[in-house]
């Protein structure tokens, strides 16, 4: 008996895993039982380190016996299909050390709702944030600036690019080198675009955002991990439509939005609201333009998102 080998799942597709171990990659199916443990969560995912034995050694085929603990994870809330529930836990990659935010700042139009719920995500997974503004060939840089200043000033890495012109391209380079890294964002940003600035030669599918809706296309329909000439690898996943956060706690909002969590130390009451209270020293930073309104309002609305979760 062949002892059974460890690999990274690259690909899943409808229960089919592309496992590289070593220098090869093994088509493997999973033993039933691991499906059955995951209790409607991802029981594999794209970045999952496995074991699995050999089936047919010659044809490179396998069957994953065991999901290695996650070191990291990317979830989000996939919405139930009837109103009963609380949807279920889609979980996007695993072991990946950044998750890289890529927005574009036209075609579709800059979300900044989008890319602080992604910091929240970011903080719950364990993942470093880099946030990516591509498409800057489409916006006057005093458009793009204010934003850059709200996140530069958190401490998040903010690179500007354009995968279409190249620029800012060897800076992101430079951030994903020997890290594992997820690109995420929606639909028509050019998350894919930029991955092939970055693997000059790869074949991934891109496509024009619709020019009537502004959206984009939705492309790419499985998340894909590739490696990087310089070392390292990259995600590349499906843009979505909308972000729900899995397992949304009041705690994570309170402590994902770090500026907030700073300021609300301040506050006369340990359990301010933020909204009306007397003595708020959250409100009194945005009123001194030291916390952005724009972070309490969406503060204020993924707070409410973690209490109706939990009204389930
Ligand atoms: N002008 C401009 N267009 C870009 C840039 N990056 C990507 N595009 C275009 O935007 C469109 C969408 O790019 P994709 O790379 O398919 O976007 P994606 O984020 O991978 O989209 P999904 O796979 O659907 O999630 C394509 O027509 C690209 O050529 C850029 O920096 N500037
Ligand atoms: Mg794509
Ligand atoms: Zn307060």
């Known amino acids: 008996m062949i002892e059974p080998l460890t690999g990274k799942v690259l690909r899943s597709i409808r229960g089919h895993f592309w496992v590289a171990a070593g220098d090869e990659v093994f088509h493997c199916l999973a033993r039933d039982s691991l499906i059955k443990a995951s ?25 994953i016996i065991e999901v290695l603990p996650r070191r990291t994870k990317l979830s989000r809330r996939v919405q139930p299909s009837s109103s009963e529930g609380s949807g279920y836990e ?7 050390d950044q998750l890289v935010i890529v927005a574009s700042v036209r075609q579709p139009p800059l979300r900044p709702g989008l890319i602080d719920r992604y910091l ?23 458009e793009v600036e204010p934003v850059v200043e709200i996140y530069r000033d958190l401490g998040y890495p903010v690179i ?14 430079h951030h994903l080198k020997d890290k594992i ?16 600035q970055l693997c000059p030669g790869i074949e991934v599918k891109v496509a024009e955002v619709n020019p009537k809706t502004g959206r984009g296309r939705h492309a790419t329909t499985a998340a894909q991990l590739v490696p990087l000439p310089e ?10 439509r909308q972000f729900g956060l899995w397992d949304l706690t009041l705690e994570d909002v309170q402590t994902y939005f770090v500026e907030i969590a700073e300021a609300a130390r301040g506050c006369r009451f340990r359990d301010c609201s933020h909204t ?6 959250v409100r009194q930073a945005v009123q001194q333009g030291r916390i952005h309104p724009q972070r309490l309002e ?11 979760a939990r009204a389930f």
Do not use: M, W
């Open 276 to 281: 009306v209270e007397p003595g708020c020293a």
């Open 90 to 96: 889609d979980v996007v990659a695993a072991n990946v």
């Open 39 to 63: 209790k409607g969560s991802t029981p594999l995912t794209v970045g999952d380190d496995v074991r699995f034995e050999l089936v047919d050694e010659a044809n490179r085929e396998g069957i």
């Open 160 to 173: 500007l690019t354009s995968a279409r012109s190249g620029q800012g391209v060897d800076e992101l380079r």
């Open 231 to 240: 070392g390292g690898y990259v995600i590349d996943t499906p843009g979505i």
């Open 181 to 196: 890294s997820v690109f995420a964002g929606h639909s028509g940003v050019g998350k894919s675009t930029l991955l092939k």
């Open 298 to 308: 969406h503060f204020l609305r993924l707070r409410e998102e973690s209490k109706q």
């Open 120 to 142: 929240v995500a970011a903080g719950k997974g364990g993942l470093d944030p880099i946030i990516c503004l591509n498409k800057i060939d489409l916006a006057q840089p005093r």
